[in-house]
């Protein structure tokens, strides 16, 4: 298996030498020829297929040197708004690292889907004037 993607270009992430590595193992992931597409622009196109990285979306690839950051600076939580791909892998970083997560989601039907897919502990329904719509604050404890 490659080393993380934040060891192989460490050099060029905004973090501190001290600062620890916290990853799921996301990037490296593969390139598949396209070849109709290939066609209609008459050039060799290949598609990224990040669905592969560990939860399942692109947003790995910036969590892994946000919450190592947030580590290294001796951050216990993190926190994001969020209804879909940041939530999940900010979550599962944080989980990773042995820290809190913090998700503000836009009050919605996923809200159970939600709890069950992040091991969520608890949610506060929470609504803010001006917003114009209800919100929940869901908490993610380290368990594992």
């Keep these: 298996m490659p080393l993380p993607l934040i060891e192989r270009f460490r050099q060029y992430m905004p973090l501190e030498p001290g600062d620890p590595v916290v990853s799921l193992n996301e990037g490296s ?78 009050t919605s039907p996923a809200r159970m889907v939600m709890r069950w897919a992040f091991r969520i502990d608890q949610f506060w329904p929470t609504y803010w004037s001006g917003v114009g719509h209800g919100a929940s604050l869901y908490f993610q404890s380290a368990t594992t």
Excluded: H, Q
Aim: with cysteine; net charge positive; aromatic share 4%.
């Design 29 to 106: 992931t593969p390139l598949v020829e396209a070849p109709r597409l290939s066609e209609v622009v008459g050039a060799r196109v290949y598609l990224k297929i990040e669905g592969a990285n560990p939860t399942g979306s692109f947003k790995d690839r910036g969590m892994t040197v946000a919450v190592s950051r947030a580590k290294g600076r001796g951050a216990e939580a993190v926190i994001c708004a969020s209804t879909g791909n940041t939530s999940a892998s900010a979550a599962a970083y944080a989980v990773r690292a042995g820290m809190t997560c913090a998700v503000i989601v836009v």
